[in-house]
């Protein structure tokens, strides 16, 4: 099944392209997430000359989709470029996700000698895996596990399964978070 | 200086009427009443940036965030206690800031029936609202036409009460899960008919049709389900002032008037509002709990509570359900709404069973996206399990009324304060036996629809399951008695000349139909009796 330019788009329209309220409103409120009583952020964090560009992001990000996606899909590579063409912004959301891959470049390169996009896909499965994102539970704030969990591994698994094509393999042509209309929830299974 | 630090947060000279919240009720009134009158909306929380909306949808769908952060609730400004037998959410429950609660609402709109409004007589249980549903019925229907409301109960409902124009927009069509729904209520006889949506089925007042995003509870991006903002945006046109971040402490008074909403501002300056007419319109929990904070030598017990009820008689609607799976696909999630129920069993209530209805869910079992944030699998493995987790579910829910008692009650902790030092909101619930036996019937109907229907019954919301349904009701209830409740049958205090009470904490009673069209009906007469007085 292929990744299209429209799911890029139904991608974003669903999450948005702007980072919006993101970490600016919860740190406004001090609450749970308050950066400020948080221990785990990342080398990059604080920093952002030291945040990676765009291009080194989509190809970090590229490479874990062609891990964490299902092997039938096709048209990832232009999929993620899209999708984040629109989410790397100025935000502090786009900042988050720019430092969790600067911290599991690292720790590509540390582990394994290489960052994300240059390492073999097993290895990549094997460095997500080592640095705990299968099992942490996403947190924007978190530890190393739970950020890439977060602005990583759940940011592309958001993406693609809140799009039509997303949907469609899982059987449900208009997923939660996607604006498809008042027609498909009265049509029976084809 | 921010731009939010810059608003002007100061109080309006000659103020007609001061409305305290700016949810459904309090802009309803604001609306009716601002352009021919001087009016203020204060409000305790934010107004939210329309542009935030996707990315709180966003959060709804990632599991990081809990419901209360979608809007920013929570933390020192919402503390609160729970000293009853029963536990409740608050936070889960409301939302504070323009717009209210309706910001995360499900959006189902009833009217409730004749005999909610005399539970006493013809049920032998509760008591008697001082008005009566003709009383209510032309407002019923301005409400619906404020709202914007998809329904079809004067067509297909014969167990709705009367109303002589149909609903603004034709109701949503019923979905594929209604249709195998259908086969096996017909096969037990029992009805099934729409539900009136406060969700566009077409373009309605300038707001787009509904486009199906599935996140309507808690945050519709399109707006095509109502909230409030609506109207604090129409007040605000017609030269309402409407300020945010400007939590009431206490209402200052004399003997038999209020004469100033006293609020604090972000910058910790505290202000006075003055105002002809008062209008609280601060939900079943915040509104109690002003009117305690407020209390004075000539009000020792709380501001308008001669009668001893402020707080009292908290209720709320019980959760009854069922689900299972089939052994076919069910179509479900598609949206985040339902378009069939049944209120056959409604009117048979009485003083052994309460009034309960049903809803065939269309968003039965998980959502594949929420799913597939959670779990340590990716790839093909979290696709297979995404399959076969998705696709065959059902379930039918239900809401049941639960009995005023003076044991369910809104009070004040003594011991904890918010972040302006007042004392918290203290939740004393608890239900009634007819409302837990009542529970039990409706699971047995639900199981016999699903038996019928062929499932696998996977789960039981029975009695020691259930939940409530963030409906806070009861708290100033409605008397003609200054004995026996807080608000006349004007919604007017008894004690205050110039204080009205515009929330479900008037209801006497609860019904089983979702609140919020009741509490727009009566906005709408609460702003009539208003600018009569003025």
Not at chain 2, 73 to 80: C, P
Not at chain 2, 370 to 378: R, V
Not at chain 2, 496 to 521: E, Q, R
């Amino acid at each position: 099944m292929e990744l299209t330019r429209r799911d890029a788009a139904a991608a974003l329209a669903a999450l948005g392209a702007t980072g919006g309220i993101g970490l600016a409103a919860r740190r406004a409120n001090g609450g749970a997430n308050d950066p400020d009583e948080d221990a785990g952020n990342g080398d990059a964090a604080g920093n952002e000359e030291s945040l990676p560009d765009d291009e080194t992001v989509r190809a970090s990000m590229t490479a874990v989709a062609a891990v964490v996606y299902p092997d039938e899909l096709t048209g990832v590579d232009s999929f993620v470029d899209r999708f984040l063409a629109g989410r790397l912004d100025g935000s502090n959301r786009a900042a988050g996700l720019r430092e969790a891959v600067a911290a599991l470049d690292d720790a590509g390169r540390s582990w394994h000698g290489a960052p994300v996009a240059k390492l073999s896909e097993s290895d990549r499965d094997e460095l997500l895996r080592e640095a705990g994102a299968d099992t942490a539970e996403e947190d924007r704030d978190g530890t190393l596990a739970e950020r890439v969990r977060y602005h990583v591994v759940n940011e592309l698994l958001l993406a693609l399964y809140a799009s039509p094509t997303g949907g469609e393999l899982v059987g449900l042509e208009n997923p939660q978070g996607h604006p498809g209309g008042t027609e498909s929830y009265r049509r029976g299974p084809s | 200086m921010s731009a939010e630090d810059s608003v002007d947060r100061s109080p309006v000279p000659d103020a007609d009427v001061c409305v305290v919240g700016a949810g459904p009720a309090g802009a309803l009134v604001a609306d009716r009443l601002a352009a021919d009158h001087e009016v203020v909306v204060l409000d305790a929380g934010p107004r939210f940036d329309p542009a935030d909306r996707l990315a709180r949808q966003e959060r709804a769908i990632r599991p990081s965030d809990d419901r209360p952060a979608v809007w920013d609730g929570g933390g020192e400004r919402d503390a609160h206690e729970n000293s009853g037998e029963w536990f409740y959410p608050l936070n889960h429950a409301r939302v504070k800031g323009i717009g209210g609660s309706t910001l995360h609402w499900q959006g189902m709109v009833m009217r409730l029936h004749e005999d909610d409004f005399n539970s006493g007589t013809e049920r032998g249980v509760g008591l008697d609202w001082p008005i009566d549903y003709a009383d209510l019925r032309p407002y019923y229907a301005e409400a619906e036409r404020e709202i914007g409301v998809a329904g079809g109960s004067g067509v297909d409902n014969p167990y709705a009460p009367p109303r002589e124009e149909p609903h603004p927009m034709p109701p949503f069509e019923p979905s594929y899960s209604d249709s195998l729904f259908a086969e096996a209520c017909e096969e037990l006889g029992i009805d099934m008919h729409s539900v009136p949506n406060a969700r566009n089925s077409e373009r309605y007042d300038d707001r787009s049709a509904c486009v199906g995003y599935g996140t309507c509870q808690p945050v519709c991006p399109a707006r095509a389900k109502y909230d409030a903002t609506v109207h604090v945006e129409r007040a605000e046109e017609k030269g309402a002032t409407v300020v945010d971040r400007a939590p009431v402490q206490r209402l200052e008074h004399d003997a038999d008037r209020v004469t100033a909403a006293v609020y604090a501002t972000p910058d910790g300056e505290e202000h006075r509002q003055e105002a002809e007419s008062f209008v609280v319109a601060c939900g079943g929990v915040e509104t109690p709990r002003l009117l305690l904070l407020s209390d004075s030598e000539a009000y020792p017990d709380g501001l308008a509570n001669s009668s001893g009820h402020v707080g009292e008689f908290f209720m709320d609607h019980l959760f009854a359900g069922a689900g299972g799976v089939l052994d076919e696909p069910t179509r479900q999630n598609h949206v985040g709404f339902y378009t069939s129920g049944s209120d056959q069993f409604y009117d048979d209530a009485d003083e052994e069973f309460a009034p309960f209805k049903l809803e065939f869910f269309n968003y039965a079992g998980p959502s594949p996206v929420e799913l597939a944030l959670t779990g340590d699998d990716w790839g093909d493995e979290l696709l297979d399990r995404l399959r076969d987790s998705y696709g065959t579910h059902v379930a039918v829910g239900g809401l049941v009324e639960q009995r005023p008692r003076s044991e369910s009650y809104i009070g004040l902790d003594p011991d904890r304060t918010d972040d302006y030092g007042n004392p918290v909101p203290d939740i004393h619930w608890s239900v009634d036996d007819r409302a837990l036996r009542t529970i039990e019937r409706a699971n047995e109907i639900q199981r016999a629809i699903l038996e019928a229907l062929g499932a696998e019954i996977e789960w039981v919301a029975g009695p020691d399951a259930t939940g409530p349904a963030y409906h806070h009701m009861g708290t100033t209830r409605m008397s003609a008695d200054p004995d026996a409740g807080v608000v006349d049958a004007d919604c007017r205090t008894h004690d205050l000349d110039n204080c009205w009470i515009a929330s479900s904490s008037v209801f006497p009673t609860g019904g089983a139909m979702n609140p919020t069209l009741t509490i727009a009906a009566l906005a709408l007469r609460v702003a009539d009796d208003v600018e009569r007085r003025l």
